[in-house]
């Protein structure tokens, strides 16, 4: 959320960065409601004012000789008017707070100025690419093909007749695979990286995805569980590990505070319209490891660059092509202020596809949740800044693998770092 502040100060500027990302700030509509608030104030403050005044009347009534019970009643009737005038402006006051609120809560953050302008990913800005193509003398096979032959395997049909399109079963020595990936992923983040593992519910309310920008923006998106109370499936672990620190304020010395967290996702790709539904890429229930910052709003862009390094150094000791891009503000997500993708290499599609993205949030979510810390140059709370990203997701991570480390004869070489983790062991082999 916007601070109100800076569009009451800086209406234009921010529209016109707003502007930027396709989005159109009514700044002639939040004036309107930025005073009707204040006039519901003024006229609060009004009232205070001449219910103050209506009871010294009855003290000097008193100092004059009128009768105590004389002089009440004779100021009651105003004063009966003027708390019925005065609860009437509190409650209009309190609607008016909370159209702005609305208001705020559906306008996205203001892109960085280094965010590239453009409408889509294909106006993304490449910034590095890191590893050698693979070269194949064989025709190559993607990842549902490969995974179908090997041992263990993956079932696209069977996990259908459980639960309808975009979901998978892994069996085998492929699910040990991606558990063994999840584990390796933990272990760098958590043994090289600095950051404290953490569990979390995976039913979080709406107020955890308000906090952090899905709601109301993006409620299609989201799997709602029925019941007594409303409870949605967690689109990423983003949510309930940022939303730990909402209401709160951290001193300095607890901060920067770095979570990593393994869970399941879960996403309706309500917007998706038939992208990816071959396969791994896209699917409604898959798995992330998640990492999450909480810093001083001085140090979110050297954290932005650590947290984008802790991803790529997954890729890099995993040996997988990948390239890092700056999304353009067409590309940009709903909360973020800028973003950097890993693209890592897929070669049955020719192309780099998305495998983490990392992002700096600045105060926006901060301001939602209400998450601060003190500021020990002014003893005073401010919002924090929020920051996270994939390290990484698993499911595109297996696909990688399954691609990148394919033979001809239809077995998988297992990346040296993953062997560990499998027992030793070298390759999958055909079925």
Known sequence: MLDIRRLRNEGEEIRAALARRGFELDLEAFASLDGQRRDADMRSQELQAARKKASKKVGELVKAGTPVDEAKAQVAETLQEIDRELDEEVERARLIQGRIRDFLMEIPNVPDPEVPAGEDEDDNEELRCHGELPRFDFAVRDHVELGAALEGGLDFDRAAKLSGARFAVMQGAVAGLHRALINFMLSMHTGRHGYQEVY???????????????????????????????????????????????????????LPLKHVCHTPCFRSEAGSHGKDTRGMIRQHQFEKVELVQLVRPEDSDRA???????????????????????????????????????EVWL?????????????????????????????????????????????????????AILENYQNEDGSVTIPEALRPWMGGRERIGAQ
């Open 200 to 254: 979390v519910p995976y039913l979080v309310g709406p107020e955890a995805l308000r906090g952090t920008g899905q709601l109301p923006k993006f409620g299609e998106d989201l799997f709602r569980v029925e019941g007594e109370r409303e409870l949605y499936l967690i689109p990423t672990a983003e949510v309930p590990v940022t939303n730990l620190y909402a209401d709160e304020i951290l001193e300095a010395q607890q």
């Open 304 to 342: 932005l660059e650590a947290l984008t390094g802790h991803a790529e150094a997954v890729l890099q000791a995993l040996e997988l092509p990948y390239r890092v891009v700056r999304l353009c503000t067409g590309d940009l997500g709903f909360s973020a202020a800028c973003t950097l993708d890993l």
């Open 347 to 399: 070669p049955s599609q020719q192309r780099y596809r998305e495998i983490s993205s990392c992002s700096n949030f600045r105060d926006f979510q901060a301001r939602r949740m209400q998450a601060r810390w003190r500021n020990p140059d002014t003893g005073k709370p401010e919002p924090l800044h929020t920051l996270n990203g994939s390290g990484l997701a698993a499911g595109r991570a297996l696909v």
